[in-house]
């Protein structure tokens, strides 16, 4: 009687080994890229579902060239961030291209050490600042189209 009660305490002891976590993306990146199993249309049109399901809007819409871009969404209470999908076939599938943008409130502006607004999201390897924040953000809407699909970062 103690072993299998011993095995099961083991067994719920490794479950978050198990779980699925986002993949690290290397410092610098600037586009992460989905590898789908399915036809380029297919992926674009689950694309733009996600983007959708995310709370995003649609801002430009290409069906023919697979390109889709969303509007500004708050995501703090000063930071908006703005995404970029494109869609190509590849050899099997296609690959989902991911790139965005963030621009913050005036007042902030002081505090980020530049006279612009709008910067590129990337990965700046971990931690919480809110070019961090964005790149989060953005990885968890790209993995949402196909949570099992292999992930890259350029």
């Known amino acids: 009687m103690k072993y299998p009660l ?43 579902k996600a983007l959708l399901a995310a709370g995003y809007g649609i801002d430009k819409n290409d069906k023919e060239a697979l390109f889709v871009q969303t509007p500004a969404k708050t995501i703090r209470d000063a930071f908006h961030l703005t995404l970029r999908a494109s869609v190509v076939p590849a050899t099997s599938g296609s690959d989902i291209s991911f790139r965005g943008q963030f621009t913050w409130n005036s007042a902030i502006t002081i505090m980020a050490k530049t006279d612009k607004n709008e910067v590129e999201v990337k990965s700046l390897g971990g931690g919480k600042t809110p070019i ?22 350029k």
């Open 6 to 48: 011993l095995a099961a305490a083991f067994l719920l002891g490794a479950m978050p080994a198990f779980a699925q976590t986002q993949p690290v993306a290397p410092k610098g990146a600037t586009t992460i890229v989905v590898h789908s199993p399915d036809s380029a249309k297919v992926a674009y049109t689950n694309t733009v």
């Open 132 to 153: 961090q924040q964005m790149w989060n953000e953005m990885q968890q809407v790209a993995q949402s189209i196909y949570p099992a699909a292999t992930m890259t970062f």
